[in-house]
């Protein structure tokens, strides 16, 4: 699907200013050492502080202050959550820090004038970027209108430059497709996917291609394509020691109808997995036999993945209101924990891994019961806050925070795309 060449953003349009050596940034502090106090200030909390003056505002917009973070620990960078609440070329994405409550609106991806409704497409982080691939679309220059089409786009979101890059697209364009990134070797890889838009529930294409993005090169590369065609899928990372493998877990293939009308996925059960190697990308891809049984669940939930010190992944899923953990030797997902607070089936969850905790998220209206006049209510009304049940695997406890959330329109999490970064 054809972009212009422009990839200038909101943000891209205003001068960076110039870092001045000869500014001090604390009195009584060398700049070195000032800079690196700073460098500590927790990342959504910055553009707050970029008008206390202008040494602040230069060193806080410089690329110097992402190079300080990231040249620290590992766990001592913010650990945010980034969520596109629909099309990241309509609607902005924004980051939430749970340690302090707060939001950070990023600029808005650039749009094509003849590309409208972006959703299934896949959000990675790797290093300081996020990485926005693909998706399902429409496009007003193709026939019929209201089919939508998969894409082959790629951008990505630099922390350094604060700007949106246009990278080199996909050698397939797809959506709903399974996508890991690779740190160690600074590579993305995606794999399966279809052209299945969120305005219909059963309907598109599917695929089994494969493919390696090399960030430094800024190329993509063709690898053995799937035992079979899978969508809606998910991608993981597992790492044990030196090995690394990329898991291709659930998704849908065939279909069937009911009463000979509507269709109906045939979702799969079972995973395939590849070991990466790093001379050649990866090897052959292996089967792994059915991880629940029929009756079990229709298909897999979502899914979060937490690191140890060891370098060891751990897999959680979230179905209905409990916490599953995987199980590698027997191939099978076992009851971890049940949510404190259920959530209605009709509502929506989001369900991610950060700070070593999993996040169970829910939105909750935005006024209270106790709430009795009517000119509160209508004031608030719309006005949602989140609420946030968080589970330790390691201590086995739960907890939970509520922040109000800054979306113009309600946040749903079944449509949203969501994705974690060390910033």
């Known amino acids: 699907m054809p972009l212009p060449s422009s990839s200038s953003s909101p943000s891209s349009t205003r001068p960076r200013p110039r870092l001045d050596q000869s500014r001090t940034l604390i009195p009584g502090l060398p700049n070195d050492v000032a800079a690196l106090i700073l460098s500590f200030v927790p990342y959504p909390q910055i553009s707050r502080l970029k008008s206390t003056c202008k040494s602040w505002y230069a060193f806080l917009s410089s690329k110097t202050l992402i190079s300080l973070r990231h040249k620290r620990n590992r766990n001592s960078l913010s650990h945010l959550l980034c969520i596109f609440p629909q099309d990241p070329s309509i609607s902005n994405p924004y980051l939430f820090d749970p340690e302090t409550l707060s939001w950070l ?82 590579q993305i890889i995606v794999a399966g996917g279809g052209s299945r838009h969120t305005l219909f529930s059963a309907a598109g294409s599917r695929m089994s291609s494969v493919e390696i993005y090399d960030v430094e090169r800024d190329e993509w590369r063709a690898m053995d394509g799937l035992p079979r065609f899978r969508a809606g899928c998910v991608g993981l990372l597992v790492r044990n020691e030196q090995e690394r493998e990329f898991w291709v877990m659930g998704g849908y293939g065939g279909s069937r109808t009911v009463s000979g009308i509507l269709p109906v996925d045939e979702y799969y059960r079972d995973a ?12 052959k891809w292996r089967l792994v036999g059915d991880m629940w049984g029929q009756e079990e669940r229709a298909k897999l939930g979502k899914i979060a993945a937490i690191d140890d010190d060891c370098g060891s992944s751990a897999f959680f899923m979230l179905d209905g209101n409990q916490i599953l953990r995987y199980e590698m030797a027997p191939n099978l997902w076992q009851k971890e924990s049940t949510l404190p607070r ?82």
């Open 105 to 186: 609106s990023l600029p808005p991806m650039p749009c094509n004038p003849h590309v409208y409704g972006l959703c299934n497409f896949a959000a990675v982080a790797l290093g300081p970027y996020i990485y926005v691939l693909g998706g399902s679309a429409f496009d007003t220059r193709s026939y019929p209108l209201d089919r939508p089409m998969p894409s082959s786009s790629a951008f990505r979101y630099s922390f350094v430059k604060s700007t949106w890059e246009r990278l080199s697209p996909m050698l397939s364009p797809r959506g709903s497709f399974a996508c890991a990134a690779m740190p160690g070797s600074n």
């Open 272 to 283: 395939v997995v590849m070991e990466l190697r790093n001379n050649d990308g990866g090897g």
């Open 342 to 423: 259920r959530v209605p089936c009709e509502k929506s969850s989001g369900f991610v891994a950060l700070n070593g905790e999993l996040h169970v998220m829910t939105l909750l209206e935005g006024f209270s019961s106790s709430d009795t006049s009517s000119q509160t209510r209508k004031q608030r009304k719309g006005n949602k806050s989140m609420m946030i049940q968080i589970y330790h695997p390691m201590k086995r406890t739960w907890r939970s925070i509520v922040s109000r959330v800054p979306f113009i329109k309600e946040l749903d999490f079944r449509t949203s795309v969501m994705c974690t970064i060390r910033v």
